[in-house]
């Protein structure tokens, strides 16, 4: 890190949602693979307790060193100026001011020889950051006491099979202990096969730099929050004879001390504050009240949408909030007075700023319209930042100024969205084969006439739990810039729209769900946009699942692309990360075998098949293993299918290396060139 603040950036007025051009249309160019690594991600914003600032992250992309790095940067309530306060190829992640405003705390690995986060404080005065920890695991989260002199960690257990750092590697060279595995969930994407490791909370001393254990034993404890006395902490653990079995987490209160008493908040058997929610425990300002995230029922898991809810910090019967609005809510946190619950709202293709009452009552949309404001920070006076994106625009911080109008803090894009042509991206409505209205989006080129029918690309979400919003998307820039429509359905399964909708596939994967994409293609066909003899089909993760799900259902698209998926679902069973998935949905294979068979009909019937597929996966994939693609490689090959099976070398199930991500960008518009270009043989109509 260099010292001192020394490089100072004059914010451009951002166009974000202002439909104002930087240029003239004509002078402006197509979108290529390679501007993937020029879009800056911003995200995290944190205003300072001061008001004055605020602190937030952007990644950025080198191909030239086929590197990615996250730095800090500020940015002035005013919106005069944002400046970088961290550099290099390393990357810094969480910021948290100090509640003086003075320090910044952030995590980081750099220096660790580990590889392991450590926790850092760089004073705003200027000078180099302070590394504070060097804990053998690394530190996952961390929150501020409200004396500033004490910091909460949550901090993971040592890998016990990692080299210790100054070990002569080839001298100290022995023969690796076997790994002795006795949970029930044995396997998580990025971390590997799961031992006897856990995390933990510590508590610091900032003076002194003491480490000290607050909580211990077979479990996670995790999302730490204070009380506003700085007496308890709050936290979210799972605590049970085989926690793996279950997603039932709860809210925990320990004593902010060494041996400290620990005692239990809620006691449902649903989910609180599941981690994947990323929400702590939000305490309310007269520390009386704890609001956080209440699951539905655990055999529907993900499916069925989370609540707000409030319990007595000093125990009692908790109070839900909103039973009845059916929709997913996330990051709640109090206003400074107390008197509003704060919180982003998932709707259809959108997600909003809201806001209720802690004692009930309506919800009020705070900012609207259809973009997706996915975080927000509340400062005092109530001062709210927010990161928000459009179809337009990546992802910038905005102050949500009187009357809930936005006003840019960044504009880390603007010149790049300066130099390129947007497509036109619509929101789409269309009725399914069973009469069931489906919503998502569809885009054109920029330069598509009006009448024009193009070759077209039905694009696949992941999940299924998740849905595509009024968001900046790359992809569907690309394809739409290299000439074709792009079609991309939220069909059932989604979210947004209600737990009955988004359950419509429960243990029914391939069905209704293809039944709705591929509603979304004849909608297209029949508004004489995309040509029906030139279709191509593709996603990742359970994009990808549906990809192959619809080839195996249709002969009508001349080209896919399936990404880290799996068609075999019976091979899934205890080879991937979903086994309480699998068992809450599915039950297990030796009692429902029908059920895994029905849903494995790509693999059991890829005879079926005759679209010409590329195959795509990280080697190191466990969340969606490499040898699910490898199978229907294997037999796409077989059967005399064109298939090509690319792997990545040491990745995982999001692709992170540049030249990786550049790579699967161009096999992509190679591979649908190949086959959806008008000299190509023209694809079978039928289903």
Known sequence: MRKG????ISLAASTFLAGASGSLAQEKRSWKPEDFARIRDVSDPQISPDGAWIAYTVKTVDLAKDKSAVNLWLANWSGSESLPITFGDETQTHPRFSPDSKNLAFLSSRTDSRENDQLWVW?????????????????????????????????????????????????????????????????????????????????????????????SG????????????????AFVTRRADDPDRTDNWDIYVVEARAGGKERQLTTSPEADDNPDWETAPAWSPDGKWIAYLHGGDPKLIEYVTNTLAVIPAAGGPPRILTADRDRNIYRVRWSPDGDWLDFVLEEDRVQHLARMKPSGGPIEVVVGGRRTVSEFNVGPGGKIAILATDTEHPNEVFAVEKGNALRPLTSQNAPLLAEVRMAKIEETSFKSEDGTEVHGFLARPPEAKPNEKLPALLRLHGGPQ?????????????????GYAVIAPNPRGSTGRGADYCKGIYADWGHKDVQDDLAAVDDAVARGIADPNRLGVGGWSYGGMSTNYVIATTTRFAAATSGASISNIIAGYGTDQYIRDYENELGTPWKNFDTWTRISFPFLHADKIRTPTLFLCGQKDFNVPLPNSEVMYQALRSLGVPTELVIYPGQYHGLTKPSYLLDRYQRYLAWYAKWIHPSAPAAATGR
């Open 5 to 8: 603040l020394t490089v100072l």
């Open 218 to 233: 077979s479990h996670d404890d995790v999302l730490p929050s204070w009380s506003p006395d700085g007496r308890e902490i």
């Open 123 to 215: 004073n705003r005065r200027g000078g180099d950051a302070e590394k504070i920890t060097d804990t053998k695991g690394g530190v996952d989260d961390f929150a501020w006491s409200p004396d500033g002199k004490k910091l909460v960690l949550a901090v993971e257990d040592p890998d016990p099979y990692a080299v210790e750092p100054g070990a002569d590697k080839e001298k100290d060279k022995k023969t690796a202990p076997p790994m002795v595995i006795k949970r029930f969930q044995f396997k998580q994407d990025k971390i590997g096969y799961l031992v006897d490791r856990y995390t933990h909370l510590y508590l610091l001393d900032l003076a002194t730099k003491k480490l000290e254990p607050l909580t």
């Open 466 to 482: 998740s849905q595509y919003t009024n968001a900046f998307d790359f992809s569907m820039q690309l394809f739409a810039a290299n």
